[in-house]
């Protein structure tokens, strides 16, 4: 975080949904230049909105959310992306560096030819994110720790000042997900990059968070993990009581909301 900068991110008063269907309302906070966010709740309480919001995609029931000190516009090159990804196709030949030389926005919309420049810039954010052996690996051919490194480089590869990650540790391994959270997390402090990561467990998470936002229940709460992470600010935002357990290592179970019960590692 750094002094005298204005937030990244402010939300006022906001309200999200679709049509008629409100998913949350009355969100107000703050993200700070350089914060590590986790975003957590139940599935469909509204964490993939948020992002919706921030890449302009949608826009407020009510209320007010700024990026950059304005107004969310769609395709700004300033916001690495790295949505949900399914399964890729075990045929996929695509290689790895050129998945992530499609990172360039205007590669993106055909709008210029790649430059041996660009095949640089891919490379070093393969390196970043410790994948260059991947470079020449087909797509098809690697793992789903393997293949989040890369689309975390395609994120990359524009300098972003912020990072919005969909859900980039699901259908990791306990040691693969440690992993990709130290890379994340170098990838914030030496590129000076706010990252948000929307997550189901927050146990890997917990030691390299700066705030968490939870959603539920069509409420929003936010702040520094220990704030938020609590039986009275839990049962306050389910509108029911829930436990928060601490194991032995500081993990975290939520115990009493049966769509969301956070298990230890
Ligand atoms: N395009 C859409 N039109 C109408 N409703 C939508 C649309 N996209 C999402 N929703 C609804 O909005 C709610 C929130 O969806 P969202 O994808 O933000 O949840 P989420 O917390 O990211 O869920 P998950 O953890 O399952 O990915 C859900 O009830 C969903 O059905």
Request: no cysteine; glycine share 8%; aromatic share 6%.
């Amino acid at each position: 975080m750094k002094d005298n900068l204005p937030p990244i991110i402010t939300a006022e008063n906001l309200t999200a949904g679709y049509q008629e269907n409100t998913v949350w309302q009355n969100a107000s906070f703050a993200i700070e230049h350089g914060e590590f966010v986790a975003i957590i709740g139940p599935n469909g309480s509204g964490k993939t909105t948020l992002f919706r919001l921030l890449l302009g995609l949608q826009q407020p029931i009510r209320g007010n959310i700024k990026v950059f000190n304005a107004r969310p516009k769609r395709g700004n090159e300033h916001i690495g992306y790295v949505p949900q990804r399914h399964v890729i196709d075990a045929d996929t030949t695509l290689e790895s560096l050129e998945l992530v030389r499609l990172g360039f926005s205007g590669n993106k919309w055909g709008l210029n030819p790649f430059s041996r420049n660009d095949h640089q810039i891919a490379f070093d954010a393969l390196k970043a994110v410790g994948a260059e052996d991947l470079a020449h690996r087909s797509l098809g051919g690697l793992s789903g720790g393997e293949l989040q490194r890369v689309f975390l480089a395609e994120a990359l590869v524009s300098n972003p000042h912020l990072l919005l990650l969909d859900e980039p540790l699901s259908n990791l391994d306990i040691r693969r997900e440690q992993e990709l959270v130290q890379v994340i997390h170098n990838v914030v402090r030496s590129r000076d990059v706010t990252a948000l990561l929307i997550a189901h467990n927050i146990n890997p998470l917990l030691p390299v968070l700066d705030k968490v936002i939870y959603i539920a229940n069509g409420r929003v709460a936010i702040g520094k993990p220990d704030e938020v992470l609590t039986s009275e600010a839990l049962s306050a935002l389910y509108g029911v009581q829930v436990e928060v357990l601490r194991g032995s290592r500081g993990q975290i179970a939520v115990i009493g909301t049966e769509e969301n019960q956070h298990h230890y590692d």
